[in-house]
């Protein structure tokens, strides 16, 4: 189960201490059981009450605590994490300790607030664009340089693949949009195949095969490539040439959300054009844009 050698006796050390820890704090009246009175002389469940309710034998209950080389499968590893009250994150560590292929971590409730503080952080990449994707690409938020460099607003804030080959604004100004549509679709096969039963990305897909024949075609070739740094050049109607690194981040904590952060790539004036456009005659020559 959990491997042999020095690091397989260490993880079946910390399995055990892990489940031992979790069991006592969960509570027999947080179980659903009586306490057992004067009759318990430590807290939490035993081992016992944990087989009993998670529906599997004591004796492999046990075994399991102590780390033996014993058959685990996630669903009865899911039975145990739902008795002791298990985050996402923790069932994903027992998984690691028990030696099998971890879960994706679920957003939390307790962790919803985070999108206001990554919404914050993308505000604070001024005058840098930034913009936050959900799992599917679905645009979520995104700063004011992102509207004004790549062309982000309200009537066309929809899911940033389809918007990639749709966007009549954004194509115009994407003077690296050849060049760089290839890696686009391979790096959403790559996140398609990371959740392959998910009808959300096959939702996505065929929006846009149905939208653009280009996607559709490159969507053939099969090609898969992970997200990372993608070069960038944008061509803006009161500036000129504009060059980035465009870096996909997923946040631990809420992997449901990607944040796409822009920076100037070295040796150009990008920066420069950039504080420019944030200030505030950069915004008045806004107001008086030359059609791209």
Known sequence: ?????????????????????????????????????ARRRTPGLRREEVAVLAGVGASWYQWLEQGRNISVSPQVLDSVCRVLRMSSAERRHLYVLAGLNPPS?????????????????????????????DAYWNCVRY?????????????????????FFTDPLYRSRARSWERNAPQVVAQYRAACSERPEDDGFQEVVARARAAST?????????????????????????????????????????????????TPEEGTDTARKLRWLASSEGRRGALYPVAG
């Open 214 to 262: 280009e996607f559709a075609e490159l969507w053939e070739r099969q090609d898969i490539a992970p997200g990372g740094v993608l070069s960038k050049e944008m061509e803006h109607p009161l500036v000129g040439p504009l060059f980035f690194e465009s870096t996909h981040m997923q946040v631990p904590a809420r992997p449901d959300l990607i944040i796409v952060l822009h």
């Open 105 to 133: 971590l679920e957003v939390e409730r307790a962790d919803l607030h985070m999108c206001e503080g990554l919404g914050r952080m993308i505000d604070a990449w001024m005058p840098y664009p930034a913009h936050m994707m």
């Open 143 to 163: 700063n004011d340089a992102s509207a004004s460099v790549l062309g982000m607003r309200p009537e066309a804030q929809d899911n940033c693949l389809v918007m």
């Open 1 to 37: 189960m959990a491997g042999t050698g020095e690091g397989g006796a260490r993880r079946r050390s910390e399995l055990r201490e892990f489940l031992m820890s979790r069991r006592a704090r969960v509570s027999p009246a947080d179980a659903g059981l009586p306490d057992g009175g």
